[in-house]
Nanobody, 125 residues
Framework: QVQLVESGGGLVQAGGSLRLSCVAS????????MGWFRQAPGKEREFVGA????????AYSGSVEGRFTISRDDVKNTVYLQMNSLKPEDTAVYYC??????????????????WGQGTQVTVSS
């Protein structure tokens, strides 16, 4: 079955950096758009960014654009989220997700079929 496993979360001071990884198995990774979402306590899950299955196109939410970068390695079946200039408001559980094969998930969580278990990112002020 499809599994998405995130890692790389932790505690970091404001202004610091973290790189999250998400390793996928059970699917033909190169055929999937991959998305990153986050959910803070008491808030809805929100879109962070996504990368097209071609790897040539990325999209980000306005709140992270210019600070976060998504990349993918189809040999390693891994998608990355490089987070720089972190702010306390970036504190959340971060999830990677995949819609169906050759399907655009975009910014809408309900369009994603597969989800990881999440990794906690805490940014202290």
């Amino acid at each position: 079955q499809v599994q998405l496993v995130e890692s790389g979360g932790g505690l970091v001071q404001a202004g610091g950096s973290l790189r999250l990884s998400c390793v996928a198995s059970g699917l033909t990774f190169s055929l999937y758009e991959m998305g990153w979402f986050r959910q803070a306590p008491g808030k809805e899950r929100e879109f962070v960014g996504a990368i097209h299955w071609s790897g040539g196109t990325t999209a980000y939410s306005g709140s992270v654009e210019g600070r976060f970068t998504i990349s993918r390695d189809d040999v390693k079946n891994t998608v990355y989220l490089q987070m720089n200039s972190l702010k306390p408001e970036d504190t959340a559980v971060y999830y990677c997700a995949a819609p169906g094969a050759l399907t655009l998930g975009g910014r809408t969580p309900s369009r994603y079929r597969f989800w990881g278990q999440g990794t906690q990112v805490t940014v202290s002020s």
